[in-house]
């Protein structure tokens, strides 16, 4: 007899009992999901909690008595439990949702708007609350604060690099954390760095303007047609996917909202495939963790194109799935945990050619 496969026990956490009762109906049509109980607040979830020890929470930040954000810290400090924040992405929110992530919380998913309802999102609301039940803390989150490192490495010239270098790093779950330690350890004066990461609409520019303050170069959310250059990271807009083309020296982004691949828009194959096209040989790329297998087909041909390619090793990933089905493809030259990334980003850099 073939036996049952355990499902993700949810507790949904929102004041709006519509909400609840939406965010119950979506998750009810995984078969992969049982949503466990509902609260109105923080303090009802606490009990819930107690009672039910969910797999998942998913968490409005905006809420009476007590916020979402002040009882996430609470609750990861005394009991741990993966958290998805499903709430409002206005500009306000998407700063809050930042924070949410720096105190824990391993994915955000904006609630629908538009006359988008819970239902047509169920796929993407699920596959979170999966990704969060297989989640797990990664050491990098205990590392020094990325505003008190420096790079190691020498400063490299921008001189050094032809115009056809260029950096592409692909992310999901975990990802914006991940970013946010990868990025401030690098350098300025690099060539070109493009970010795909798996990210909401309207979240993406908060996040962008959040590395930027951190980084020694200029990072922001990507713009159609605009040029690379030296010393400037963009990141993909949510719901955009990024791709490169030639320009008069070097390479421009193109944004389309073609359809998703993988489930996901942007999607990091995009720009990989569109990079092993123009770039080849010329191109670094990194797959860091994240659920499913986004980028890896992407890697895999970076890396017979040439490329350098790494991807995130298990141990220090929030969610191994897209490292691991990367290497799997034998696509990544090498597998390096997150705190070695950013020197290994300069030594291929240093060292374009494969040994």
């Given at each position: 007899m073939k036996a049952s496969v355990k499902?993700?026990?949810?507790?949904?956490?929102?004041?709006?009992?519509?909400?609840r009762r939406a965010i119950r109906d979506a998750l009810a049509r995984d078969p992969e999901i049982e949503v466990v109980g509902d609260a109105r607040d923080a303090y009802v979830a606490r009990d819930q909690i107690l009672a039910l020890d969910p797999d998942v929470i998913?968490?409005?930040?905006?809420?009476?008595?007590?916020?979402?954000?002040?009882?996430?810290?609470?609750?990861?400090?005394?009991?741990?439990?993966?958290?998805?924040?499903?709430?409002?992405?206005?500009?306000?929110?998407?700063?809050?949702?930042?924070?949410?992530?720096?105190?824990?919380?391993?994915?955000?998913?904006?609630?629908?708007?538009?006359?988008?309802?819970?239902?047509?999102?169920?796929?993407?609301?699920?596959?979170?609350v999966k990704a969060a039940a297989r989640a797990r803390r990664?050491?990098?989150?205990?590392?020094?604060?990325?505003?008190?490192?420096?790079?190691?490495?020498?400063?490299?010239?921008?001189?050094?690099?032809?115009?056809?270098?260029?950096?592409v790093i692909g992310a999901s779950t975990g990802g914006v954390e991940a970013l946010r330690y990868l990025l401030p350890r690098l350098p300025d004066r690099l060539p070109p760095i493009v970010v795909?990461?798996?990210?909401?609409?309207?979240?993406?520019?908060?996040?962008?303007?959040?590395?930027?303050?951190?980084?020694?170069?200029?990072?922001?959310?990507?713009?159609?047609?605009?040029?690379?250059?030296?010393g400037l990271c963009l990141v993909a807009p949510g719901d955009f996917h990024l791709s490169l083309v030639r320009a008069a020296t070097g390479y421009r982004v193109r944004l389309t909202q073609s359809p998703r691949v993988h489930h996901c828009?942007?999607?990091?194959?995009?720009?990989?495939?569109?990079?092993?096209?123009?770039?080849?040989?010329?191109?670094?790329a990194a797959l860091l963790t994240g659920m499913g297998v986004d980028g890896a087909r992407g890697l895999q041909l970076l890396h017979a194109a040439g490329a350098r390619t790494l991807a995130e090793a298990e141990e220090s990933c929030v969610v191994f799935g897209m490292p691991q089905a990367a290497i799997k493809l034998g696509a990544a030259e090498q597998v390096v945990p997150l705190p070695q990334i950013p020197q290994a980003i300069l030594r291929m850099l240093s060292h374009p050619v494969r040994v």
């Open positions: 499902k993700v026990r949810v507790l949904v956490v929102d004041d709006s009992a519509l909400a998913t968490l409005d930040l905006e809420m009476p008595r007590m916020d979402g954000l002040n009882f996430l810290r609470i609750l990861q400090e005394h009991h741990p439990v993966p958290v998805v924040v499903v709430s409002s992405l206005t500009p306000a929110g998407s700063a809050k949702a930042m924070e949410a992530l720096a105190a824990g919380a391993i994915d955000v998913l904006a609630k629908p708007a538009g006359g988008i309802s819970f239902r047509e999102i169920a796929h993407e609301l699920a596959f979170h990664r050491s990098a989150r205990s590392a020094p604060a990325p505003e008190a490192v420096r790079p190691s490495a020498p400063v490299l010239g921008a001189g050094q690099f032809s115009d056809r270098r260029i950096i795909v990461q798996h990210i909401p609409a309207n979240f993406s520019r908060i996040m962008a303007e959040h590395l930027d303050a951190l980084c020694a170069f200029t990072v922001r959310e990507a713009v159609h047609g605009e040029e690379l250059r030296p828009r942007p999607a990091v194959d995009i720009l990989f495939r569109s990079a092993a096209e123009l770039a080849g040989d010329q191109a670094v």
